[in-house]
């Protein structure tokens, strides 16, 4: 298939779907003469998995008394299918039912921008630009911004709701991303509920984020990166695979969702290492087990901090992650980090020693940061953001 016909398959589809919404929201308005219709609520993710943000949102209101009438959107294929099939109010992603909903709710929640909707590209577009994307809509985060992210800023999405995690998060976003007075606020992420009660294993979590830059190439082009090289180089290291051996630690290898689509290209003999695929591994759980988080810029170092577990942070490709991937935020990995922050091999496994050896306890002046950070730090989150939006309605 040519580059010229492809062109044209997408724009003809991408009519068609604007076409279909069109004919579909008008229905949608008929429909809501009856009152069963006038209250709908819509929560997603990415739209293909249930174990983040939305996720533990979703349970917190099905646990309410007087809940709302709300749905959750996931794709019957996605490997979280089976935690969330056994409620009644699920609705399959792309299904008719899905483009129905979605013009009918009046609440529309997710963790990503127009996660909710059947086509996250075009309900962007027809918001941002046409401003035909109706009800209230809750973005719940997946994570704590602290990079300057342009998409984020108002009016590249329009949102109703902004969900902060933490304190210096909720004033850079209030003062910096120029959405409208009551939009931003501060009440924890969902998920935050649920790390209060774990138990440790001996266990070490590497997980990286992804880069912009890389998302598309080839696996040949993947191969010659950078990111390929430092994290095959780690995972083979024999000082790597002594330390594990020697103190009785595992490593679980987890690249980012969007480095997934790679995965197959990374290997290790040794017994001790894992590499974790998306179907496979639940973050939430990883993040609660392991002992010790080794990251790069990824944001799960707020949910390994929340819990006062140490961290370490290997920056390899610094000044490159921010030409080509985010613009630098509030956030300062010198002054505010959670952890060491290094940029070689040796370096890394040093700080890994270190801390393994003090029994992966956080030391006390990274527990007052953390401290900082997590004004709220409670089982209160959930009930927080529904409040919330109740006030939205």
Known sequence: MNTLYRKKLRRVLFIFK???????????????????????????????????????????????????????????KSSDYTKIKEYTNVIHRGS???????CLARIKISTHIMGYSPDRYLFTWLDKDLGIVFGKKVFLQHGITKDNIKALHYPNVKLDLFICGTAPEFNYVLKNFGHPKGVVKYTGLARFDNLHDFDVNRQILLMPTWRQYLKGCS??????SEYFKRYTSLICSDSLHWLLEHYDYKLIFYPHYEMQKYIHLFSSNHPRIAIAGFADYDVQKLLMESALLITDYSSVFFDFAYMKKPVI????????????????????????????AVATEDDLIN???????????????????????????????????????????
């Open 351 to 393: 700080s890994v020693k270190a801390i393994v050896n003090a029994d992966c306890a956080m030391s006390e002046e990274y527990k007052r940061i953390a401290d900082s950070f997590f004004k709220l730090n409670d089982k209160t989150n959930c009930e927080r953001i529904y409040n919330c939006i109740l006030n939205l309605t």
């Open 313 to 340: 942070y290997y920056q390899f490709d610094y000044d490159t992650f921010r030409k080509k991937h985010y613009n630098e935020g509030y956030y300062d990995y010198c002054t505010m980090g959670f952890g060491n």
């Open 96 to 102: 008719l039912k899905h483009w129905l909903y979605f």
């Open 18 to 76: 604007t076409l279909l919404y069109l004919f579909i929201l008008i229905l949608s308005l008929l429909l809501k003469v009856f009152k069963k219709y006038r209250d709908i609520w819509i929560i997603s993710e990415r739209g293909d998995d249930a174990r983040d943000n939305g996720y533990y949102f979703f349970e917190y209101l099905m646990s309410q008394r007087n809940r709302p009438d709300v749905y959750y959107i996931i794709d019957k």
């Open 219 to 224: 696996e040949s082009e993947f191969k010659l």
